[in-house]
């Protein structure tokens, strides 16, 4: 036994976490590849690598995954002190060059003087497709520096083969993604997924991309919703500020309108103009109510509370009529079951969570909107 527990103690440390021995970095010039400044990692590796997130085999494990920062032209290295093969018969390391392979597209080098020269070419680099948009972020160490975003398809020559590359890093940073099929012409009206890189995460370019992309399709007059695919927690909170910031301005958000409750003029308004639906268009009047209401003000504070949760208790109270329909179709024991996971004092204090982190968002919205005004 004394003998299993020393082995496996030793082949434990040919373990390693594959989202910390996962290296990327956008290089701009030659002396990016050795900085380690340049490099992030990835939030998520499980797709390749499993729930646990480990790779077996290696001591020292370093998976380099170097882009050129235009063409994303790609450096592909596997480094390790030590291998388990090395030390122990009949045992087999994992096959890392193949996991990664089946996501890089072919055309990646492995040597790094080869993908040093490529940066050369980066010069005449220019994004594909039709500028919607530009803008400017400050940056303490470069100043004033100017961003694009562009609208482009496999219609361009050369995307298709960049979107290949591109589109690697959704298996990284996307916990369920999936890569998108380019021929499928659905594609080009639904936002199916959205991105910001690490080295770009906090400039505001999450807010500029959606704002842009709400711009461009609300001209459409075929287009009558802009909606994602299962949207994370924090593009929701992304969409509800891009979505106030457009729709603050509109009459029928007027703050003498907003104390007179949600109304169809709301919805009118915000579907006619920037095709946002009902239930946006909501959090929107319920966002700018809150920025129009005195919370000290204990009556005032009380209507907004009782407003929101109105909205809030909509689940809860589709729960009491499945549960009126229970009663009569169910028997005594089989009703007791279903009463207890509706319970009315739980659905209150549930009621109350969900205001209070609504109310939570809502507020980091409005700091937002007012340090950007």
Not at 299 to 327: D, H, I, S
Not at 330 to 355: A, C, F, I, N, W
Request: with cysteine.
């Amino acid at each position: 036994m004394a003998e299993v527990n020393t082995m496996e103690k030793k082949l434990a440390e040919y373990k390693c976490d594959t989202n910390e021995a996962l290296c990327m970095k956008l290089v701009r010039f030659p002396e990016d590849v050795e900085d380690d400044g340049t490099t992030f990692h990835p939030e998520y590796s499980h797709q390749l690598f499993g729930d646990d997130e480990v790779a077996f085999g290696y001591k020292g494990l370093q998976i380099q995954l170097f882009y050129t920062a235009g063409n994303l032209s790609t450096l592909f290295k596997v480094k390790y002190s030590s291998k388990v093969t090395e030390m122990f018969d009949c045992v087999e390391s994992d096959d890392i060059e193949g996991k990664i392979r089946e996501i890089v597209p072919a055309g990646f080098t492995c040597n790094t003087d080869d993908f040093i020269s490529l940066l050369e070419k980066e010069a005449n680099f220019k994004p594909f497709g039709t500028l919607l948009h530009t803008y400017t972020v400050h940056s303490e160490e470069a100043g004033e520096l100017t961003y694009q975003i562009h609208k482009a398809d496999i219609t361009c020559p050369g995307f298709q083969e960049y979107h290949e590359r591109l589109q690697t890093f959704l298996m990284w940073f996307i916990e369920t993604a999936s890569f998108i099929d380019a021929d499928d012409d659905r594609w080009d009206f639904f936002l199916v997924q959205m991105l910001i890189l690490p080295p770009f995460q906090g400039e505001g370019h999450g807010a500029q991309l959606l704002e842009a992309v709400h711009r461009f399709y609300c001209s459409l007059p075929k287009v009558q919703d802009i909606t994602a695919e299962d949207p994370s927690e924090n593009y929701v909170k992304l969409r509800d500020y891009v979505l106030v910031k457009l729709c603050q301005g509109m009459p029928s958000f007027a703050e003498d309108k907003l104390h007179l409750g949600f109304s169809p003029d709301m919805v009118k308004e915000s579907q006619d103009k920037l095709k946002i639906n009902k239930k946006h268009a909501r959090r929107v009047y319920e966002i700018l109510r809150l920025r129009a209401t005195d919370m000290s003000d204990e009556e005032k504070a009380r209507a907004y509370r009782l407003e929101v949760k109105k909205r809030l208790f909509g689940p809860y109270r589709k729960n009491q009529r499945e549960l009126a329909k229970m009663k009569k179709c169910l028997r005594p024991e089989e009703l007791v079951s279903h009463m207890g996971q509706m319970d009315t004092q739980t659905q209150h204090e549930e009621l109350e969570k969900s205001y209070q982190v609504a109310l939570e968002d809502y507020r980091r919205i409005i700091e937002r909107l007012a340090s950007q005004a």
